[in-house]
């Protein structure tokens, strides 16, 4: 079974850019989130989404943070304008279902460096 | 709010060292609590789970027991090698509430030396 997919690996913009990260889940899992991990924290919760909808998005900086899932699969997240406190790892998972026992599967992240 | 709280770190062990890495949660009702963990250059992957109390989850040569008691989750294991260096995370996704968002522990750093 494939597992989260993202691109790209890495990311490298000036401050002031706008730049844009994509996530293909695991097939069939109706839960995918975004997550941001700054070096030497935890993942951060940016938005949930179930199926094409939003679940929780209470920690996405709105003013230069948007997401979106079309049709239930595929995700995009996009920063405009990026600041230097947005470099990050930033992380896509996906559960089958919302439920707080479901197992969430990460991908290898996109390393996000603001210059 | 919800919170967990890890060992700070970084750990550095020899081959065959028995391993704790300690974790304490807050959480309102009866989490369900994970650990993670993530190896160099990859993204992170679950290394076990726990979804009720006094429940133990095991992989790996790896174990932790959920404890309501002293809300812990403390993720043991007798022999570690090198292969197990990596950074390990102790999280937990709450009971309640419409979102299941997973709250994360700062993250343990283990070395382990041949």
């Known amino acids: 079974e494939a597992g989260v997919a993202q691109s790209p690996r890495y990311k490298i913009i000036e401050k002031r850019q706008s730049v844009a990260f994509w996530c293909n889940p695991i097939?069939?899992?109706?839960?995918l989130y975004w997550y941001q991990q700054i070096l030497g924290q935890g993942p951060k919760l940016l938005i949930q989404f179930q199926n094409n909808g939003v679940v929780d998005d209470s920690q996405l900086p709105k003013d230069r943070f948007s997401a979106e899932r079309l049709k239930g699969v595929d995700s995009t997240l996009k920063i405009q304008p990026a600041k230097l406190e947005d470099s990050a790892v930033y992380l896509c998972?996906?559960?089958?279902?919302?439920?707080?026992?479901?197992?969430?599967?990460f991908g290898p992240g996109t390393r996000l460096t603001v210059l | 709010g919800n919170s967990v709280t890890q060992m700070e770190g970084p750990v550095t062990l020899s081959e065959e060292a028995f391993l704790t890495i300690n974790c304490t949660y807050t959480?309102?009702?009866?989490?369900?609590l994970f650990w993670y963990v993530q190896y160099p250059g990859e993204g992170l992957q679950l290394l076990l789970k726990a979804t009720k109390a006094d429940d133990k989850g095991s992989n790996k040569g790896f174990e932790a027991t959920y404890r309501k008691e002293t809300t812990s989750f403390h993720l043991e294991k007798g022999s570690v090698q090198v292969s197990d260096s990596a950074v390990y995370f102790c999280?937990?996704?709450?009971?309640?509430?419409?979102?299941?968002?997973?709250?994360f522990g700062s993250g343990t750093q283990l070395t382990v030396l041949p």
């Open positions: 999280a937990l996704n709450p009971s309640s509430g419409s979102a299941r968002q997973l709250t």
């Open positions: 998972a996906s559960s089958q279902g919302g439920h707080s026992t479901d197992t969430q599967y």
């Open positions: 959480a309102t009702g009866y989490p369900s």
């Open positions: 097939s069939g899992h109706a839960t």
